[in-house]
């Protein structure tokens, strides 16, 4: 049996995933705190929620991709929240990279009312949501993970069950981790090219042949971070700032869990400590670090 679907957060990454929820005939039920967001994707087939709560009451499965920690536990937990409204059997899909720890509480908090949890961490972007090309990392009971499976697979390539709840969060850090290093790596190789005075075009034709350079690396590096007047242009900086706040985040909770482990990463601490440079984002001075 088909079950009714819910997704929560169609921003950057959710419309697409949204969109793919549409495409393949699921009619999921949206919302969004940005009315005009939900409205958009209701013009593509989808059906719009005016809470959270709404969603819970009226599905099965939910997908939640909205930005960070509060967030989530705003749109699970609040008054006007999924919990507040789900049914026993529903299963709540996070897709957001949140704390561990943030994914196990709900899992607690959900099972009181007879509600799963999964956190289903997702790798490839918003070109990958919008192409069907995400790689799922799901961590969670295996009956859950399954209940999702239909509305995963809509834009999934793969779809990886990591263990226990919690471990989808934990790999999707690890992730994180290796693509901000490479990207970071990326940039340095160019600054040294360019320093060097070699052609433009050299570094990403050598590395591309040799295999070094990934489909990742390779978007990161045409974006145009590289080229003086990037800091004068408003319109990429405010783009590249999203980048870089994401990638804060995304940085520090992994640091925060290795700390916890009592791990010391140095080439990680480095990349987050310049991470504004990486993405050639100018800071305010009072904003500096």
Excluded: W
């Amino acid at each position: 049996m088909t079950p009714r679907v819910g997704f929560i957060g169609v921003g950057k990454i959710g419309r697409p995933m949204a969109a793919r929820l549409v495409a393949t005939g699921l009619d999921p039920l949206v919302y969004d705190v940005a009315a005009d967001a939900v409205q958009a994707l209701v013009g593509a087939g989808a059906r719009g929620a005016a809470t959270a709560r709404e969603v819970g009451e009226r599905c099965d499965v939910i997908g939640v991709c909205v930005p960070a920690d509060a967030h989530v536990r705003a749109v699970c937990e609040g008054p006007d929240g999924v919990f507040a409204g789900a049914r026993p059997g529903t299963v709540v899909a996070i897709h957001s990279t949140v704390r561990p720890a943030t994914v196990r509480a709900l899992g607690e908090a959900a099972a009181t009312r007879g509600v799963g949890v999964v956190d289903a961490c997702i790798s490839g972007g918003e070109i990958g949501a919008a192409e069907g090309t995400l790689v799922y990392m799901v961590g969670g009971d295996a009956a859950h993970v399954e209940r999702c499976r239909p509305a995963f697979e809509a834009s999934a390539k793969r779809i990886v069950h990591t263990g226990a709840l919690g471990t989808g969060t934990l790999m999707k850090l690890c992730n994180n981790l290796m693509s901000y290093v490479t990207f970071r790596a990326t940039y340095e190789a160019c600054r040294l090219a360019q320093g060097m005075g070699l052609p433009d075009g050299l570094l990403e034709e050598v590395t591309s042949a040799g295999g070094i350079l990934s489909t990742p690396m390779q978007r990161y590096l045409n974006i145009p971070q590289m080229a003086p007047e990037v800091v004068a242009n408003a319109t990429l900086q405010a783009k590249l700032t999203e980048y870089l706040d994401i990638g804060d985040k995304d940085m520090a909770i992994a640091l925060e869990a290795a700390a916890e482990l009592g791990l010391d990463l140095p080439a990680a601490r480095l990349c987050a400590e310049r991470m504004a440079e990486t993405y050639r984002v100018v800071k305010p001075p009072s904003a500096a670090t």
